[in-house]
């Protein structure tokens, strides 16, 4: 399905969201976010997607972060509430999303790449959060996230300088799970998307859900002490069920995610 700023391919339980605005690097401008809005919109309403991939058009960008020739032209700027490409402020998507990097995510492309749950990074990716350079700051989560997953010191090492990190530095940071040649990065990103959809997908919603719900509470004990609505959910689900039998009838789980 193609809308005016991205792509939309949906294969199955699939959907592979491509940023198609390759003339300015699939730099993003307001129109765009709100686009990007309805999409993840959708894509968290509908029962049979279970896996996002979100990538860019073109060789050389997955994302440079905010459309400033947009700004400069005298682009009207609205503000998204679901923030940067419509998912940088979205607490509430239990669906796992993984980022395809396949080029440069500079700035508010890089708040893409980490508001996702995996990264799979082309060998030719480019990481860096430099708004400091530009008298301005990664306000789009890119200052919580990044400590979160790669710790506050190395972490500080890109924010405050700004740097620009490739891809291999950013699978030895911790986050880029896995880096690969350019002309393989859908087909590798794809197997993780395969791997995931194999599991039981309200598992995964109440992993993902848990998971980082737990990240509010500062000791381990206190957040397994929570009461997670997901968590219950899954007690009372059809997956429930149907893992067990299928295991103890030595065939595949035919999972309804419900």
Known sequence: MDYEYSNVEKDGKLWVITLNRPERMNALHSPAHFEL???????STDPDAWVAIITGSGERAFCAGNDLRYQAEGGKLER??????GLTSRFDLKKPIIAAVNGVAMGG???IALACDLIIASENARFALPEPKVGLAALAGGMHR???QIGMKRAMGMMLTGRTVEAQEGLSLGFVNEVVAHQDLMDSTKKWAESIMEC????????KDVAMSGLSHASVETAMEQKYDSVLDLFKGEDFVEGPLAFSEKRKPNWTGK
Do not use: D, Q, Y
């Open 146 to 148: 990044l400590p979160r």
């Open 109 to 111: 492309g890089f708040e």
């Open 80 to 85: 998204n509430p679901m923030g940067f490409a």
């Open 37 to 43: 809005e309805e999409i993840f919109n959708e894509f």
């Open 200 to 207: 039981s997908p309200t598992s995964v919603r109440t992993t």
